[in-house]
């Protein structure tokens, strides 16, 4: 059973301070002409975790996305509901529907483990966003 399409837009929440994980937001920043992505940067220092429920170390341990019904997305979860908002984009689609599959589910989560295990390691960006509400797609 194929899960249900998040309802947008769609929170995204990320370390700015991350080069790979910022990289991945200007990515997708780029592509959402529809405005369905917005990025919340949980190291800006005014980001307050508390009214999401979620504390702040789940945060930095992975990825989260929360679409407008409060649904959470987490980890591999949370890319997958990123690809769903551009809807006209096959090979975001592809990707959608493998990590569904279930092989592909279990290496994809494991592979995100290992990722979420060495990011605190990886190069700091030095401008990140300092807003705590980065619009992605927005000018």
Known sequence: MQPSL????????????CSVCAGEI???RRLDHAGRLVAVDISAADFDPLPYGIPLEAFHYELHAIDQQGTVYRGVDAFRAIWQAFPASVLFGMLATLVTLPVIRVLARAG?????????????????????DCRVGRK
């Open 6 to 17: 998040p309802l947008f837009p769609l929170r995204v929440f990320y370390d700015g301070a």
């Open 26 to 28: 200007d990515h997708y």
């Open 112 to 132: 995100y483990r290992g990722f979420a295990r060495v990011r605190p390691f990886l190069p700091k960006r030095r401008s990140a966003c300092h807003s705590g």
